[in-house]
Structures are given as structure tokens and as C-alpha cells.
């Protein structure tokens, strides 16, 4: 059954830039990015990534946010309305936010968890190697802290007042920026003498992160660093699960549809670089090669290493960067249950109170498996990408290496061959707005996304290998 509620728009331009981006920008930019930049050996990913958000990111976000302007509904019915076959993309999508909250709001526990060592100034103590691992693997704690903040998230989805929340965005975002840029310059500065005797600074690390090294790359291992290059980016700026269409249903036909794009894109994969440029030198400098390939703990054993190397004022920084990273996290883990609550109002006709007591229940549930997937559940599988994961890792790994990808293949094929490009096109330019890259977006929608996607997909999922 489905409900017809009536949109209510955001006010103008700004609004839409500064929601969408409060989605984008989250734990994907700050924790993610730089765990994968580091395992994949930092300047080959970066540019990967780079080409990636300029090709495939632009053109993914753009079919999104006019697919959602252009209908006017929410994801469930919006593919349905484009072409009524192709309705299940919509259903698909849907799939993966209900994949990444719970692991999302485990990772929300970690960062709560350290803005409390950091609030006790305990700081100089998690600076230890053995902190994180001792910590995840302690069956209690991380329970609690991805309770309070799964608390959170649901308890401003339940009460509907995320437009409150993103106020703030505006004011935090910026600090963010600042901050990150302040802790990238002093990570440059670090210089440590590993066990090996062997003296490393951050500005080695800096040409690790930015200079490509392709020597010794196999066709496989590049596979490897571009699915996760692509995997990440659709993670980051949230495209591939229907959240950009919900996002486009809301925006008023007379904004420049491009130019919010770009500038959300761009204001996300700054975010991203710097972080990164905050993390891998730094990792360089402390642990070297080695230490790179730590993956979902590398920021909480290497931040606090930075921050200790501050000397006292470490501690207070530590706690503000913490603050402000829990506040990104919760705007976009609000977005993801958002996303699943009103899909399922759309769906079953349940009340928003319903949904969001469905969703709890459901969330409380796999996140508290995720947790224990580090103690008392613990076990590990090596994942067709090569990565031996846990729990977390295969949540992570489903939504973003195999179903993210695949709504974004149908996506491609929708467009650019059932309804054809113009479709979005015609949308993108009401209001006589000038649509750019109009040439490089058919290209990609046609062609290359669909053949690298469909490549990428299979290679991943391990139906075939390079
Ligand atoms: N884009 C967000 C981030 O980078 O942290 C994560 C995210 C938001 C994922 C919304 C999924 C989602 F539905």
C-alpha cells in the first residue's frame, strides 16, 4: 500500500546543499576514507578516486537528485514512476541503508567512546597500540555506546526534527574543516624513530598518500583499489541507496540543479582528502608501511598518537575533533534511518511512530551482533576481495562492494537505455540552468559506468577473477 503525503520543499538552494551535504559528510569521510586510502597504498587510490567523483560521482548524483525532482517521490515509487518495470532498483536500494545502520552506528559507538576518554583526559592512554583492539574486543562497553548513540539518531527520526539539527551543520561543518586542516599540518611536522631504527616523518607519509606508485601493481590488486575506490565513493556521498532521490523530491524546480550538485561533491571530497591527509602521514610516521593495512581501527590508533604528540593542549583538541565528528556522524546516521523509516511508511502504510520502533528493534539487534562480532561472537572470513573480515567488514563489504554497485548498474541501464538521457537531461535544465557536462554524462550513463560496473561487480563478488 502506498501513501501519498504532500512534499514539503527545503528553502531554496541553500537548504538543499547544506542537507544533502550533512548526509554526505560523515564517518564515510573521516573514518573510512583514510583506512582505505591507507591500505591501498594511499597516491593509486587518491586518484582513483579523484577520476572516479569527477566521472561516475557527478553523473550517479545528478540521475539521483533529478530522478527524485522529476517524480517527486520517494525511492520506492520514483524508479517505478521513471519506467513501471523498473521499480525493484528502487526496492534494492532501500536494501542497503537497512545494511549500513547497524555498523554505522557501532562505528558512532567507537567515536563516543573515545569524546569520553577524551572528556576524562584519558587521552595519553588510548595513545597505546593495544587500546582500540583491547577495547573492541571488551564485551560491555561497546554495547553501551552504540546503544547511546543509535539512542540518539532514533530519537531525532522519531520526533522528526532534523531540520533542528542541520542548523547547526552550517557552524560545525566549517570548525570541522579548520580543524582537520590543523591537525593535516602538524601530522607533516611528526617525526619518530620506528622499532626498526628506522626515522620516518609525516612528509615521507605525504608522499606516500599522494604520489602513485604503481611498481609492482597487479592488474588484480588495481582491480582491487578501484572497486574500493568506487565502493567508498558511493558510501561517501551517499548515491546507490536512494537517499539522493528521497533528497531530490524535495527540491523546489527553480534551483540550479548542477550547481548544488558540484558543490556538494566538492565540499565531500575535500572533507575526505584532508582527512586522509590527517591520517596517512601520520600513520606513515608512527607505525610505517606496516601499520597502513589496520583497516576500520586505523583512526582510533592513530589520532590518538597525534594528539599525544601535542603535549597538553592534545587532549583538548582531542575532545573537540571527537565532538564534532559525533555530530557529522549523527546527522548522517539520522539520514540512513530516515531513509529506512519513511521507506517503510511508503511501503507497508505503518505510522512514523511504527517504523521507527520496527527499525529500533531491528538496529539494536544486528548492531549489538556487529559489536560482539569482536568478542564473544567473534570469527573471521577472507572476503573475495582478498580482506579477512568480521562482522562489520561483511556489512560493509555486501552494501558497498556488491548491492551498491548493482543498483548503480541499473541505474545506468534505465537511464541510459530504457528512458534514455534526456529524460534527466530535460530536468537538470529547467529553468534554462546550462547542463555542462551534458556530453560527459551520456558517455558515462551509456557506456562506461555500466561496463566498468558490470566488470567491477563480478570481480568483486568473485564470479570472476583477473
Ligand atoms: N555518506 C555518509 C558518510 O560518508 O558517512 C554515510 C551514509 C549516509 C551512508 C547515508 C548511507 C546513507 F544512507
Redesign the pocket.
Known sequence: MQKQTSRSNFSGQLGFIMAAAG???????IWRFPYLAAKDGGGVFIVCYIILALTFGFSLLTTEVAIGRKTAQSPLTAYKKINRHWGGIGILACLV?IL?LPY?CSIGGWIFKYLSIYLTGQGNAAASSEYFSGYISSSFQPLIYMFIFFAITAFIVYCGVEKGIERYSKVLMPILLVMVVGISIFALTLENTGTDGVVRTGLDGLKVYLIPDFSGMSVKEFFVILMDAMGQLF????VA?G?MVAYGSYVRKDTNLMRSINQIEFFDTLVALLAGLMIVPAVFAFMGEDGMSAGPGLIFVSLPKIFMAMGEIGNIIGFIFFLIVAFAAVT?SV??ME?IVSSFMDYFGFTRKKSSVIVSIYTLIVGGIVCLGYSSLFFEITLPNGVVGQILDILDYLSNNCFMPLVAFLTCILVGWVVKPDVIIEEVTQGKYKFKRKWLYVVMIKFIAPIMLLFLLLQSTGLFNL
Open positions: 548526509s554526505a559528510v560523515g564517518l564515510g569521510n541503508p549500513i554505522y558510501f561517501s556521498i551517499s541507496m537517499i548522517s539520514s540512513v531513509a
